[in-house]
C-alpha cells in the first residue's frame, strides 16, 4: 500500500492552516515522489559542493580536476626520484670522503714514520711502520702524534732493527739459507732476531 502525506487545514480550529497558503487546495505526496524529491536534493547539494571545489582550485571540469590531482601525483613520484637520487649520492660522496681521508692519513703516517726511522737510524722504516701503526693517534686534521715516541719505544723492545745494532753471535741461519720474509722478521721474537741477526740484517738492508 503507498503512504501518502496530505496538506490540509484545519477546520477543527475554524481557520486555515498558516503554513499553507491561501486559496490553495491540498496536495497528496505519494512515497516515490518523496524519494525523488530527496534525490534531486541530494543531486543539487552535491553539484553545488562540487562547483565550490572547482572554484577553489581553478578548474571548470570534473575532468579538469582530475587531470590536476593526476599531474601533482606525477609531480611528487618526479620530487620523491629526486630526493632518492640526491640520498644515494651523497652517501657515495660520503664514502669516497672517507677514504680519501684514510688515504690522507696514511700517506701523513708513512712520510712520519719514514723521518723519524732516519732520524732514529731505523734500518727498514716499513717493518717498524707496520709495528708502530696500532699505537699512532691522529689529530683532528688528520696528522699523526707522538711518531718518534712510539718508535723509540719499539727500538726498546727490537734493538736490531736499529742500524749497527750488536745483537751477539749468530747461532741459528735460517733454514737451507732462505732469506727471511719481513713478515717472518716481524713475527719472530727478539731472541730469534738475535739468533739469526746476520740473515735478519741482510734481508733489512735488502729492503724486503
Known amino acids: ?85 640526491l640520498t644515494k649520492a651523497l652517501a657515495e660522496y660520503q664514502k669516497k670522503e672517507q677514504t680519501w681521508e684514510e688515504q690522507r692519513r696514511e700517506q701523513a703516517l708513512q712520510l712520519a714514520v719514514q723521518t723519524a726511522a732516519q732520524k732514529l737510524g731505523v734500518v727498514d722504516a716499513e717493518v717498524i711502520l707496520e709495528l708502530v701503526r696500532k699505537r699512532i693517534d691522529f689529530d683532528r686534521d688528520g696528522a699523526p702524534q707522538g711518531v718518534e715516541a712510539a718508535l723509540s719505544e719499539v727500538l726498546k723492545a727490537k734493538p736490531y732493527l736499529k742500524a749497527g745494532a750488536h745483537a751477539g753471535s749468530p747461532t741459528n741461519p735460517p733454514r737451507g739459507g732462505r732469506a727471511l720474509t719481513r713478515e717472518e722478521i716481524a713475527k719472530m721474537t727478539p731472541a730469534e732476531i738475535n739468533a739469526n741477526w746476520d740473515a735478519v740484517r741482510a734481508a733489512l738492508e735488502k729492503g724486503v
Not at 55 to 81: F, I, M, N
Open 1 to 85: 500500500m503507498v503512504r501518502e502525506i496530505m496538506w490540509a487545514t484545519d477546520e477543527a480550529q475554524g481557520g486555515e492552516d498558516p503554513a499553507q497558503p491561501t486559496g490553495e487546495t491540498s496536495r497528496m505526496f505519494t512515497q516515490s515522489e518523496l524519494d525523488q524529491i530527496v534525490v534531486e536534493r541530494a543531486r543539487r547539494a552535491k553539484s553545488s559542493a562540487l562547483n565550490e571545489l572547482l572554484q577553489e582550485v581553478g578548474t571548470e571540469t570534473v575532468d579538469d580536476l582530475k587531470a590536476l590531482v593526476q599531474r601533482a601525483k606525477e609531480r611528487e613520484t618526479a620530487e620523491q626520484s629526486e630526493l632518492e637520487k
